[in-house]
């Protein structure tokens, strides 16, 4: 199993690049560039590209409205080159929140889209002339609705790799299913390795029926937070909030992922009592509102034996890759716990 780890870079790109230094040495396999509506992934990607040699770099997520699928693969060429082909496209539809609160694009489709992007995005890595007349995206623009002079065209430079690894973040079934289906990897969040089966068995299995067998076996990209001691208990209040905001205050009531997620749990009556009270200011009741059982569930938190039987449990549901977000207060406490997880996950 291998190990990741989602990057803040609100210290400042040097700093961060002199952590992740370290956290390779640990035993970090591979780091994941946030975007949201901070700076954008890809600076940091270039810069970190530029200063490591070893680890591998992933996008955490480029969301898929805001750049054209024509672009999204020229940047994912351009960091794969720069990086030696290290890159790891994470890509996922974010949510309505961002895509029309921050960037004003409507958000719409995020199957269909997903799909198309990702057609294009292969022909473009192949060097293959673009020619996609899709439902979402035409490229070229057909001649009715541009200036006609539009001709399909292919990438002047050779990528470094025809096929770069596409990680998907996504969360309902017929998201899922697709995934399986055309992606190298699987980005789900909240995993809960007890329950994954369940929940999405099905979706998975029915992406998986057609898939092309080139595309290898799908990598799973779990993101559990990480503390491991005797006295780290009390860390599992700090995880609240986080899911309270997600479960509670990602949408309204009927339009929120994350709260369908918590119900497909089990969680139905906690999770509609979270989001009443987000969504009605009362945000520190929320999180005093969320199951200490869920949090234990998608959390690696616990003394040195606890987390080993859950990384145990994240193995045997599938995950590939625990993506962790270690609970420390500075530089040396993150790589401190990379290293006692490295030993575990050995």
């Known amino acids: 199993m291998r190990i990741g780890m989602g990057l803040n870079y609100s210290g400042g790109f040097a700093e961060t690049v002199e952590e992740v230094a370290d956290l390779e040495r640990a035993g970090l396999d591979i780091v994941f560039v946030p975007e949201a509506y901070s700076f954008d992934a890809v600076s940091q990607l270039g810069y970190l590209a530029a200063r490591t040699s070893k680890i591998e770099l992933a996008s955490g997520i480029f969301q898929i409205y805001t750049r054209t699928p024509s672009l999204t693969a020229m940047t994912a060429a351009g960091l794969d080159y720069v990086s030696g082909g ?18 004003g694009v409507k958000y719409d489709a995020p199957l269909g889209r997903t799909r198309e992007l990702v057609d294009i995005c292969r022909q473009v890595w192949r060097r293959e002339k673009v020619n996609y007349q899709g439902k979402y995206y035409q490229v070229p623009l057909p001649a009715d609705q541009g200036t006609g002079l539009g001709k399909p065209l ?7 790799r025809e096929r770069i690894p596409i990680v998907i973040a996504s969360l309902g079934p017929k998201n899922v299913a697709l995934t399986a289906e055309i992606a190298e990897g699987w980005e789900p969040i909240f995993f809960y390795p007890e329950k994954a089966e369940s929940v999405w068995g099905e979706a998975l299995a029915a992406g998986k029926a057609k898939r092309d067998p080139a595309l290898g076996d799908l990598q799973i990209y779990a993101g559990p937070a990480l503390a491991i001691g005797d006295d780290v208990e009390p860390l599992l209040q700090w995880i609240k909030p986080h899911l309270a905001l997600y479960i509670g205050g990602m949408g309204a009531k009927g339009k929120n992922f994350y709260n369908d997620l918590a119900c497909r749990y089990g969680y139905e009556e906690e999770a509609e009592k979270i989001q009443d009270l987000y969504l009605a ?47 420390a207060a500075d530089r040396a406490g993150r790589v401190a716990l990379i290293e006692k997880l490295r030993a575990i996950v050995d």
């Not at 290290?86 to 960037?103: D, K, L, N, W, Y």
């Not at 292919?154 to 470094?160: C, E, F, Y």
């Open 86 to 103: 290290r890159f790891v496209m994470g890509i996922g539809a974010s949510g309505p929140q961002v895509i029309e609160g921050f960037h």
């Open 154 to 160: 292919k990438l002047i430079n050779h990528p470094v």
């Open 281 to 327: 200011g009362k945000k520190e009741e929320a999180a005093a509102a969320v199951p200490d059982e869920l949090v234990r569930a998608v959390s690696l938190i616990g003394t040195e034996s606890f987390v080993k039987e859950r990384v145990a449990a994240f193995a045997a549901a599938g995950v590939t890759t625990l993506n962790v977000t270690p609970l």
